[in-house]
């Protein structure tokens, strides 16, 4: 696996994590199972190199789902749970407010109803009780004469509620898939395919799909009619989308689709998914976050009575409810975010603080752990957002991390000032004094130090696989659909394609915003939309070679469909030489560009007032002969030629020192136009001298339009080649009489100053404003005196 970043001229966002394909295990995919060599690449480098493994993965229809009774403890839960069905004992659900707690909640509500069971379920409130199951509910339930009770998506943490059971006579069934911690509650039973010694072959099954084992076990049958919720609580708790969790949301996304629960019919059409095919993105940024609202904001009652309401207008009253929720939690959570970040910039700024751990009074802990999220997409760094409860004296959190910190095992080492606290390694949830918040921060941020490196704290894009544009086709984008659902362990696939040239590249959107691609291939081209790219534009010349990652899709628009991908990053690894020559209005385009990196540089006294840029003289260098090139820092800087140098030899200093400029812009305003006024030919000064010998003297001034005409020459050229004459002292000027002068020296042309200078001016405009883009930028780079290769590839 390389890992791909800029010293370029454009660099990428991330660090592009690029891995290498085993061509010998891709060619034999495509040779047996007849897969396209994109296809075969991408599932050889996820680990599915052997043809029954691939067959496996892209033909469910053809798994199943694993015995529910290999689950240690399901032989106990099971038998207790019908022994009380069997004897009418009252039944309490204990479930979590996530969109996982209330999935599992729902499908133990349907089991249970089906197997004419008496219970009732139980959610604890995030703000008066707190994650996971509580003393003061268990003696609620024994008060209410409850005999069993059965936990879903939590309880592994519970040590010492599962001692309080046991005491007051309750039968506890645990059903989690937590961490455990190295003491596990003393419970009746407890189902958790992480505990130790547990022989169940997929340790990565959320919260519902335990429970979805346990309904198996109780009714004799996977319960696939219940599939349809558990897929929603899979996709949402991010657990891995392989092996049983791929086989169940695959299955339980078609049962979605057509779903005969009133609940989740309604709840698809507030998310605008009614009637759709649906994919695991849907459900991931559609429903899982309105259904995870209402626990959030209030009790996630709401939310499971939808799941599970056979009445119509119930349901969708429901469903509005909780659409309205998402709203109000979406502003939540932007205030406390925008709040947030202010802390982070003002108190622990990330360059000092491996780990954030940002705490305030006030903020809504149902919100907080996307908040975290949220923190750590700006600044790359495991987070812990906390909620302060003065009158208790505490502070809830819930963290988020990055590649290289486990923050799980990283807590553990917390252990002793964290009574309470789960989850796993990229997130969290924990409870803890307010005075041991210090002590925290500065823990984390000492176990940080000593686990990453600078380069940790930059993000990763992991990348699938490196193609070309003729590699990319629908056929082939709707081969990759049978990858799908996509997921955790199985994300949609992101694709590099390198130094590629561009056919087009444009601004679009009402503000602008957006970026439209259309990149080269040798037999077809490719579209790229990117969302939030348009300032890129800017950065790109339209002859460059770029470097694109992203998503592959299908773009569908008045019955055409053409293949598409969408930009996810975007790197141009040559050195850029962006030309301006000949712009219409160079201040318009200059305030497109960083302005603390511009640095604009002139020759001529008459450029800056000619291109209008007096409000820019704070960034113009005027090379003069107190200010030369040698004394100009161009490091890291935009450098912007405005004009063009007087000679050769600045043009040689300048080449040297762009090389240190990040970027190079030229401009090249010229009002003199030597090239296309040329120097007189020999013949012509030959004819010149003659005529001036035979006119003895001769008032150039008064009669240079007379002789240009005469000649066809033009003015200039007159006052020129006197000029030149008088260099070489070939004839004296007095008030603009020319006399020749007697038996002068023999000398060349070149002799002359003037000759000279006006050779250089036309060579230069030769070179620089008249070439063409790619022999300008040859020219360009092949003078620096460190050669840069522009067109080397990764």
Known sequence: ????????????????????????????????????????????????????????????????????????????????????????????IFGDYDADGVSSTSVMIYTLRELGADFDYYIPNRFTEGYGPNEAAFRWAKEQGYSVIVTVDTGISAIHEAEVAKEIGLDLIITDHHEPQPELPDAFATINPKKPGCPYPFKGLAGVGV??????????????????????????????????????????????????????????????????????????????????????????????????????????????????????????????????VEIVETQYPPEDNSVLVIAKEGWNPGVIGIVASRIVEKFYRPTIILSIDPEKGVAKGSARSIVGFDMFENLSECRDILPHFGGHPMAAGMTLQLEYLNELRERLDRQAKEQLTE??????????????????????????????????????????????????????????????????????????????????FEEITPNASISVVGELSINEWNGFRKPQLMLQDIAVKEKQLFDYRGIKNLTNRLKMLDRTKIQLLSFKDSTIESLRLDDWKDHIVRISESITLENVELNGKYLIILDLPSNKEQLDQLMSLGSSAE????????????YFN?????????????????????????????????????????????????????????????????????????????????????????????????????????????????????
């Open 1 to 92: 696996m390389s890992e791909l970043r800029g010293g370029f001229m454009l660099n990428s966002r991330t660090r592009w994590s690029v891995t290498e394909v085993d061509q010998s295990k891709r060619d034999e995919l495509v040779n047996v199972l007849g897969l396209s060599p994109l296809v075969a690449g991408l599932l050889v480098n996820r680990g599915k190199k052997e043809i029954d493994e691939v067959t496996k993965f892209l033909h469910t229809e053809n798994v199943d789902f694993h015995d529910p009774f290999l689950l240690d403890g399901m032989d106990s839960a099971v038998g207790r749970i019908k022994k009380a069905i069997e004897g009418e004992e009252k039944i309490l």
């Open 211 to 340: 429970a979805i084992k346990v309904s198996h076990a109780l009714l004799g049958e996977t319960p696939t009619h219940l599939l349809d919720i558990a897929c929603i609580g899979t996709i949402a708790d991010l657990v891995p989308l392989v092996d049983e969790n791929r086989l169940l949301v695959k299955i339980g996304i078609k049962k979605l689709e057509t779903s005969p629960k009133p609940g989740l019919q309604a709840l698809l059409k507030v998310c605008g998914l009614e009637g759709k095919q649906l994919t695991s993105e849907h459900i991931g940024f559609g429903v899982g976050p309105r259904v995870n609202a209402a626990g959030r904001l209030d009790s996630a009652d709401p939310a499971v009575d939808l799941f599970t309401t056979s009445d119509i207008e119930q349901a969708e009253m429901i469903a509005k409810e909780i659409d309205a929720m998402n709203k109000e939690r979406q502003s939540l959570v932007n205030g406390i975010t925008k709040e947030a």
């Open 455 to 536: 380069e940790d704290f930059s993000p990763i894009t992991p990348i699938d696989l490196q193609c070309s544009v003729d590699e990319i086709s629908i056929d082939v984008i709707e081969e990759l659909e049978a990858l799908e659902p996509f997921g955790v362990e199985n994300p949609k696939p992101k694709f590099l394609i390198n130094q590629c040239q561009l056919k087009e590249i444009r601004r679009i959107g009402s503000d602008s915003k957006h970026l439209k691609l259309a990149l080269k291939g040798n037999h077809i081209n490719l579209d790229v939309i990117g969302f939030n790219f348009g300032n890129v």
């Open 663 to 674: 970027r190079i812009y030229t401009v090249f305003h010229n009002e003199e136009d030597h």
């Open 678 to 794: 040329p120097i007189p030919t020999r013949e012509s000064f030959k004819w010149y001298y003659a005529f001036l010998k035979k006119q003895g003297r001769f008032d150039y001034k008064k009669r240079a339009k007379e002789l240009a005409a005469h000649k066809g020459w033009t003015i200039e050229s007159v006052y020129f080649m006197s000029e030149v004459f008088f260099e070489l002292e070939f004839v004296t000027i007095d008030n603009g009489v020319i006399t020749v002068s007697d038996q002068p020296m023999k000398r060349p042309l070149t002799d002359s100053m003037t000759y000279r200078r006006k050779q250089e001016q036309a060579s230069l405009e030769n070179d620089l404003c008249y070439s063409s883009y790619r022999d300008l930028k040859r020219w360009f780079f092949e003078k620096e005196k460190d050669v840069v290769r522009f067109e080397e590839a990764y």
